[in-house]
């Protein structure tokens, strides 16, 4: 697609409830990372794919949230157990290649608002 | 442990003004550097990205400059205007991630 597509767009859930978030990323793009952002801070990193495969996963924060790629596009974002804590704007970003390349531009969608009440 | 700081956290300046945005990071082994915009509720648009490599990227009204080795970079922004208003964020990317700052907020009063 000509952009990063993240839906839903807003998700209002209950305490203890599972949630699944999902990023579409420009097609080619080989990166793809999530973050969190809570009001007034900046993007918190969470993970962060190459290909299939998560090239490093020590931002999230618990074994509550896990992240896949199975076909090295579209991700999704899995949170078990919701909590208030969790409320949040989900982003994601991708870029044509890694960390590792100088010229990574990063590519962000519009987010993921997630409220759990 | 890679931590960039943004300062000052928020900023108002009359339109017209020339004005520079800060940021810091603790540790010089960085690929690249980018600064990015964010409007209120939006998703980010990168600015200006700068290769570890580099000095200076322009766009524009936009110099973004890159001191390595002191872990600085800073955001000119030219002749400011009132659609400037944003939060600013510069992000590193070192081995593994991308790191960003918590934004400073810009105000430019018409």
């Known amino acids: 697609g000509a952009g990063v597509s993240q839906t839903p767009s807003n998700k209002v859930t209950e305490k203890g409830k599972y949630v699944e978030l999902r990023c579409d990323p420009i097609?080619?793009?080989?990166?793809l990372y999530w973050y969190r952002q809570s009001l007034g801070q900046g993007p918190e990193f969470l993970i962060y794919?190459?290909?299939?495969?998560?090239?490093?996963d020590s931002g999230l924060p618990n074994d509550r949230f896990f992240a896949v790629r199975p076909e090295g596009s579209v991700s999704t974002l899995k949170i078990q157990r919701t909590e208030r804590g969790d409320s949040a704007v989900y982003l994601c970003?991708?870029?044509?290649?890694?960390?590792?390349?100088?010229?990574?531009?990063?590519?962000f969608g519009a987010g993921s608002r997630l409220t759990v009440l | 442990k890679q931590e960039v700081t943004q300062i000052p956290a928020a900023l108002s300046v009359p339109e017209g003004e020339n004005l520079v945005l800060n940021c810091s990071f603790t540790?010089?082994?960085?690929?690249?550097l980018q600064w990015f915009r964010q409007d209120p509720g939006k998703g980010l648009t990168s600015l200006l990205l700068?290769?570890?490599?580099?000095r200076e990227q322009t766009s524009g009204r936009l110099n973004a400059s890159l001191d390595k080795s002191s872990g600085r970079s800073t955001l000119y922004i030219a002749a400011s205007q009132p659609g400037d208003s944003a939060t600013y964020l510069c992000?590193?990317?070192?081995?593994?991630?991308?790191?960003f700052g918590k934004g400073t907020r810009l105000h430019i009063l018409p």
């Open positions: 970003a991708s870029s044509l290649r890694g960390t590792v390349s100088g010229a990574n531009v990063l590519t």
């Open positions: 097609s080619g793009h080989t990166a």
């Open positions: 794919f190459q290909g299939t495969g998560a090239a490093d």
């Open positions: 540790d010089s082994a960085i690929y690249n």
């Open positions: 700068i290769q570890s490599s580099q």
């Open positions: 992000a590193v990317s070192s081995v593994g991630k991308i790191i």
